[in-house]
């Protein structure tokens, strides 16, 4: 199950940025979180 709720929230985020034409080292910078922490 867990697994599974990863795979989604992975998904999702990936949907937003593309939504938003944002990328994952955006993310990171903005939000605190490292970009290798993104990655994963």
């Known amino acids: 199950?867990?697994?599974?709720?990863n795979k989604?929230?992975?998904?999702r985020i990936s949907q937003l940025l593309k939504e938003k034409?944002?990328?994952q080292y955006r993310?990171?910078?903005n939000s605190g979180?490292?970009?290798?922490t993104l990655k994963t």
Do not use: Y
């Not at 989604?8 to 998904?11: E, I, K, N, R, S």
């Not at 979180?33 to 290798?36: F, K, V």
């Open 1 to 5: 199950m867990k697994n599974s709720v």
């Open 8 to 11: 989604a929230v992975a998904l």
């Open 27 to 29: 993310l990171a910078m």
């Open 21 to 23: 034409n944002r990328t």
């Open 33 to 36: 979180i490292t970009h290798s």
